[in-house]
């Protein structure tokens, strides 16, 4: 069982579609302990993406995933446009040339973006950011890889980490990004990032759940 | 809501070209990427200064580019940092030769999208230096913050270090100006009221009518401490209280004092609160040598002020009084 080229499109564009349902809940935790404009950044952004997917449907997923990221890069702004970007640049290069992604390419593809988030944003976990959905349900993918999981079941494993990490970021004390200037007064929020982050996993899980 | 707009998603682009029409003869604006230069950019030989940051807070920083102080400006969407592709067209397009200082305020999307553009300019061959102002106190400085915010020090700095690349001084000489300049000023801020984001809708914090934020910065995120509203004399005493024992300002400095307004706050308060600062820092020792009163870097509509003391030295004061002309400041041209 592998994911298809198509399956990635669809994916895009189940996240595109859950960034501007929850555009206005995401502007809301950000402006708990932010500045009120995650919802509306991420939305501009992955409406420019989908004006885009059109045009890159034939190319090889690698190339799609860079043209996203690029694309990110230059319409979200904020922290969230080169951390989104970077993510996605290097999921592309991880998976350069491939139409099709076996459970190994995805994973490689999510550690890559991983990385990029690490190196461009400098977070660990448990600094509150969207590092603390990403990483759980990262190591779910590589566990449920490791077991011998299928595709469907890695997927739902890592989104539901995903969510455990989206929601233990509540108690948590911001160490980076602007959510971090208000010190102790962070704590009981739920972090913008991390929520957008986990509906990056939950809809891979959707989506390949029924087309793979 | 109740704005002077058309639609939220226009606003940016509407206020460019309001800009662009009144101010030909200063700046030239251009669009997807948006960027602002001056009309007379590149400049061969000098030094080029590139800023930018999030709208809302005009008349920083497109307001500050002309002679004697920016050379390009980049705006983002409100309150959110500009995006790679801006600065490193608008770094293209003031190049003159002399290399570029960017001029970044220390919040966390300006430091990456600043540097993912300066990686950029770099692999095109442009040098590429960048500045980082983080002036306000009321951060505390530590491995578990994003470190202090840049505020009322960016205006002073572009301003100085402008003045230093427009009478011919080198990259490493006007980036050494204006870390002198971060390193000499520091600022807090407070809130009397909370502010609208156009595509928000609503405030982005709650203050009831009797209440005040202070250490709030320039994006409507909420401060440090809430609590019941001072006198001026009150507020101010906290505020310069934090800001001299910070750096520490002695008796014997000379300083700028700057007063800002966060854009919903009139001159008459300003002037208030200036007598308050000028008093204060008499009882302190600390000589006013020079001073800017008014709303320079503001937050939307938000109501309240900030305070910035800059220490100055005879080097700071010439470029301070050097001229400028800008449409957002202009004298001596």
Redesign the interface.
């Known amino acids: 069982m592998t994911i298809s080229r198509d399956a990635i499109l669809d994916w895009l564009k189940t996240f595109a579609a859950t960034i501007n349902e929850n555009a206005a809940y995401l502007?809301q935790l950000d402006?708990d302990i932010?500045?009120?404009?995650h919802g509306?950044?991420m939305n501009?952004g992955m409406q420019a993406v989908l004006t885009t997917l059109p045009g890159i449907a034939d190319k090889d997923i690698g190339s799609i995933f860079k043209t996203v990221g690029m694309k990110l890069?230059?319409?979200?702004?904020?922290?969230?446009?080169?951390?989104y970007g970077t993510m996605f640049m290097q999921m592309g290069n991880a998976t350069a040339g491939k139409m099709e992604l076996t459970l190994d390419d995805w994973v490689a593809a999510m550690q890559a973006g991983y990385d990029g988030v690490v190196m461009?944003?400098k977070a660990q976990p448990g600094d509150k950011t969207m590092i603390d959905a990403l990483a759980p349900g990262l190591n779910a993918l590589k566990v449920e890889r490791d077991n011998g999981a299928s595709i469907p079941s890695a997927l739902n494993a890592s989104a539901s980490a995903a969510q455990q990490g989206m929601t233990a970021t509540i108690p948590l004390?911001a160490?980076?990004?602007?959510a971090?200037?208000?010190?102790e007064?962070s704590a009981g929020h739920q972090d913008p990032g991390a929520t957008s982050s986990c509906y990056l996993l939950e809809t891979a899980a959707e989506t390949w759940n029924m087309t793979s | 809501m109740k704005k002077l707009i058309n639609k939220p998603e226009d606003v940016v682009v509407e206020e460019l070209r309001g800009i662009a029409a009144a101010h030909s003869d200063l700046v030239q604006v251009f669009y997807e990427?948006n960027y602002i230069t001056r009309a007379d950019a590149p400049i061969k030989g000098k030094v080029a200064l590139v800023s930018g940051g999030?709208s809302g807070h005009e008349p920083m920083h497109g307001g500050f580019v002309g002679k004697g102080m920016l050379d390009a400006a980049c705006p983002?969407?409100?309150?959110?940092?500009?995006?790679?592709?801006q600065m490193l067209e608008a770094t293209k397009a003031v190049n003159g030769g002399a290399g570029v200082l960017h001029i970044v305020k220390n919040?966390?999307?300006d430091i990456?999208?600043f540097?993912?553009a300066a990686d950029l300019a770099r692999g095109e061959g442009i040098q590429v230096e960048a500045v980082v102002t983080n002036d306000d106190v009321?951060?505390?400085d530590s491995?578990?913050?994003?470190g202090r915010?840049g505020v009322g020090v960016t205006v002073l700095l572009e301003k100085i270090a402008g003045a230093a690349a427009e009478r011919g001084d080198s990259l490493a000489q006007v980036k050494t100006i204006a870390e002198q300049v971060n390193a000499q000023g520091r600022s807090m801020g407070m809130a009397l009221t909370s502010c609208t984001?156009p595509?928000?809708g609503k405030p982005?914090?709650e203050l009831g009518d009797d209440e005040m934020e202070i250490g709030i910065?320039i994006?409507?995120?909420?401060g440090?401490t809430r609590m019941k509203l001072k006198s001026a004399h009150e507020i101010v005493e906290i505020m310069a209280t934090a800001i001299v024992d910070d750096l520490p300002y002695k008796a014997g400095d000379e300083v700028l004092a700057f007063v800002n307004g966060m854009g919903g706050t009139p001159l008459i308060e300003l002037y208030i609160v200036y007598n308050e600062l000028y008093n204060f820092l008499k009882g302190r020792g600390i000589q006013i040598g020079r001073n800017l009163i008014g709303s320079y870097i503001t937050s939307l509509e938000m109501a309240g002020c900030s305070l910035t003391l800059l220490k100055l030295d005879d080097q700071l004061k010439a470029l301070w009084d050097a001229p400028v002309k800008t449409p957002g400041m202009r004298w001596g041209a």
Do not use: I, W
Not at chain 1, 180 to 183: D, K, M, Q, R, T
Not at chain 2, 143 to 146: E, G
């Open positions: 502007t402006s932010g500045d009120g404009d509306a950044n501009r890069v230059s319409t979200v702004g904020g922290a969230s446009g080169p951390l461009r944003g004390v160490r980076k990004g602007r971090s200037y208000l010190g007064r | 990427p999030g983002g969407a409100v309150f959110t940092s500009p995006t790679p592709d919040y966390t999307g990456m999208n540097e993912m009321a951060v505390k491995l578990y913050t994003a915010r984001v595509q928000a982005t914090f910065g994006h409507g995120e909420p440090r």
